[in-house]
């Protein structure tokens, strides 16, 4: 097994502003609480020590206990559930939709990232507890997201009709689903296996939260990682303040419209604030909570209150109160000893739009680090790439890049113009003197005439580049299948691909790879040869 690194910002796969946060630069600093370097988390410890009440957790640790009746959890996370009772004990938290069968790659990536930075963290401060979270987001309602997978180039589907949150979704049609996919699988020990998973998962349980809950647990259990499902009443009533603000005050409005108004106009908004932040939800039914003509409507619905009736309805009721993408990153940091937040860089960029609503509210704003990113090649993959002399960087090129560097390099004939170009450039210079000193007026002629030649040149290097890629197209096709087997639609694997592709051919021994080469702090995409 061979591991290597790729910075992030040669990659070409990661916005500016994700550059400039590993980076560190200056202007980004306003928008976090801390970069996560391992010294900072002593700071982190003792801000969210000082904040989170012993209340708090003994309403976490019951709600957890009770969710986990439901599965079959391990040893150590019933233990790591007990020890978040303790106030010595903090939570590495991630989320993400409950897509099917985990949907893309990175759903592995996140939590890996958040077991080996609490493994991590326990070594530097061993007098504390840190828990690997697992957050899913059960209040979801964006069906079409998270309805499907790709298996080996395939997209495998589940339709069915939607309404409210997923979590309670019930799991009508995955029969169909699994029919489909097992006659994909093939027969091995290890198709057995991953057949027998996904039967376990949606066939024996009611709901998409109930059997992500399970699939999630089948997965890493032995590593200790606790999930949770935040839709829940008793969690909900530690978040009551915090509605209740939103709805009078607008809270979080106010201060995500000031913050994206300072960003840096370079780096764009993620997300826009609405100026109430929450949606009603009951069975089938997720739709936007608005104030409007003095009274407080759920859209779409006959739905209506007045202001002390809502605020009654919320005590009430406080798990119809459902937070949007503004308010979640709140809610989670308010129900949770949380001191870091592994999320993506789209997530980490929303994010960024938070500082301020959190320092408006006193709740500490958690460490944002950048979950781990890799690129998984088999063994035979890894020798083809080798043979053709295919570094790691060219496979990050997009295609027409890949393809023209590689037809140079393995040319015989250097069908580069760059000096040609510059060498034209630098005879026009002299011409461009003449005309100053002769006649003004054909400064135009020449430019035109230095345009037409340039012109000229790249149409003749790229029809000798065409004529070589002619002549070599049996290499260069093979180099080209290989990227695209890495890079399917010229994207990131880990964005497309599905696990199973990949326990398929490793089995049980895939996770275990992926927890001892996964570095979270390093802050460098990953490329292993399993």
């Known amino acids: 097994m061979q591991r290597k690194h790729v910075p992030f910002h040669k990659t070409g796969y990661f916005s500016s502003l994700i550059c400039d946060y590993l980076d560190e630069k200056d202007e980004l600093k306003p928008f976090y609480n801390r970069f996560p370097h391992l010294k ?31 599965i079959e959890s391990s040893s150590l996370t019933k233990e790591n559930i007990e020890l978040i009772s303790s ?34 963290l326990k070594l530097e401060y061993p007098e504390y507890n840190f828990v690997p979270v697992y957050w899913m987001a059960t209040e979801d309602h964006d069906f079409e997201e ?22 309670e979704l019930a799991n009508e049609g995955l029969n169909d689903v699994f029919e489909v996919f097992a006659n994909e699988l093939g027969e091995s020990q290890n198709a057995k296996e991953l057949k027998q998973l996904f039967k376990n998962t949606y066939l024996n349980h009611d709901n998409l939260a109930d059997a992500t809950r399970y699939l999630a647990n089948e997965i890493f259990k032995e ?144 460490m944002l680090l950048l979950r781990n990113s890799v690129l ?27 393809i023209n560097k590689k037809v140079r390099e393995i040319s015989n004939i250097d069908i580069n113009f760059s000096k040609q170009k510059d060498y034209l450039r630098q005879q026009f210079k002299s011409l461009y003197t003449l005309a100053e000193e002769t006649d003004k007026t054909f400064l135009g002629a020449v430019k035109a005439q230095e345009v037409k030649q340039l012109k000229g040149l790249d149409k003749l290097e790229k029809r000798l580049l ?52 996964l570095k979270p702090l390093k802050g460098e995409f990953l490329i292993l040869n399993l």
Request: proline share 4%.
């Open 40 to 70: 900072n988390f002593d700071a982190q410890i003792k801000e969210k020590e000082a904040s989170f009440s012993l209340d708090s957790r003994k309403v976490l640790t019951a709600t957890l206990k009770v969710q986990y009746q439901k």
């Open 87 to 120: 106030e010595k004990t903090f939570t590495i938290t991630t989320g993400h939709q409950l897509n099917l069968f985990t949907g893309p790659l990175y759903f592995l990536y996140k939590i890996v990232s958040a077991i080996n930075l609490s493994k991590e």
């Open 146 to 167: 998270i309805n499907f997978f790709n298996f080996k180039g395939k997209k495998v589907q589940w339709n069915r009709k939607s309404g409210g949150a997923v979590g």
């Open 223 to 366: 590593f200790g990682l606790v999930i949770i499902d935040a839709n829940d009443v008793s969690l909900k009533k530690l978040f009551v303040p915090f509605i209740e603000k939103e709805l009078f005050n607008q809270a979080s409005f106010k201060a995500v419209s000031n913050t994206n108004i300072s960003l840096p106009n370079d780096y764009g908004i993620q997300v826009n604030p609405r100026e109430i932040n929450l949606f009603y939800l009951t069975k089938n039914l997720r739709e936007r909570i608005v104030f409007e003509d003095d009274v407080y409507k759920v859209l779409n619905t006959n739905i209506v209150w007045s202001k002390s009736e809502i605020l009654k309805h919320l005590d009430e009721v406080p798990e119809r109160f459902s937070p949007n993408v503004i308010m979640r990153p709140l809610y989670q940091e308010v129900i949770l000893p949380n001191l870091c937040y592994i999320g993506g860089g789209g997530e980490l960029a929303y994010w960024f739009q938070l500082k301020e609503l959190f320092t408006q509210v006193e709740i500490p704003f958690p």
């Open 376 to 402: 998984i090649k088999t063994k035979s993959q890894a020798k083809k790439l080798e043979r053709l002399n295919v570094s790691n960087e060219d496979l990050f090129l997009n295609k027409h890049a890949f």
């Open 466 to 517: 065409k004529a070589q890629k002619k002549s070599l197209s049996d290499q260069i096709s093979r180099m080209t299948e290989l990227q695209n087997q890495l890079f399917p639609n010229q994207s990131l694997q880990e964005r497309n691909a599905n696990f199973s592709e990949f326990y398929l051919e490793y089995g049980e021994q895939l996770i275990p790879k992926l927890i001892e080469n």
